[in-house]
């Protein structure tokens, strides 16, 4: 038996009838939606050669250039992403509807980058350069999770709006 609740007001939408009409016309979100499960590719597959290292004290080299070649992915969907937001908000970053996953980036690419400072600075040893590595990672991970939530809620914003536009269609029948 359901329980009656108190009506809560609905969270404000994600995006604006306009911006959602730029967001499924630009090319960026295309771009996006290509780099950003080619970028997880290379997380997982770096990860595995990581923890290979690690655990095996073998294959730096091939950790090192999947590591490199992760973070190369990370640039470019940070650039595009922000050429995205500036489509779609008008703004390059920190736009209200994304600002703690743009935030969180921020960490996300420091922590990448200091890998790649330590690799060709060598401040830290092989194993520390891969602790680092593992840093990142995890905070890349969590980041991932915020921008997959956020595209959950965009799909349950749509399926309101739609199911609210059919409902006020059927009243007006």
């Avoid at 690690?54 to 294959?59: F, V």
């Avoid at 050429?83 to 980036?105: H, M, N, R, T």
Wanted: hydrophobic share 50%; net charge positive; no cysteine.
């Amino acid at each position: 038996m359901a329980q009656n609740r108190p009506h809560q007001p609905a969270r404000k939408p994600l995006y604006t009838a306009e911006e959602r009409v730029r967001r499924d016309t630009t090319k960026w979100t295309l771009v996006q939606g290509i780099l950003a499960p080619l970028q997880f590719l290379a997380f997982a597959t770096s990860l595995v050669l990581v923890l290979r290292y690690l655990i095996t004290d073998q294959g730096y080299e091939a950790a090192t250039v999947s590591i490199v070649v992760k973070t190369g992915f990370l640039y470019l969907i940070m650039v595009t992403g922000a050429i995205w937001e500036k489509v779609v908000f008008g703004q390059y970053l920190l736009a209200p509807a994304f600002f703690w996953e743009d935030v969180f980036s921020f960490a996300v690419i420091a922590l990448h980058t200091a890998y790649l400072i330590a690799l060709w600075t060598g401040a830290l040893s092989p194993t520390g350069q891969m602790v680092l590595a593992l840093s990142a990672y995890a905070t890349y991970a969590i980041n991932a999770t915020q921008f997959i939530w956020k595209l959950r809620m965009a799909r349950l914003d749509a399926a309101r709006v739609d199911y609210e536009a059919r409902m006020s269609d059927a009243v007006q029948s």
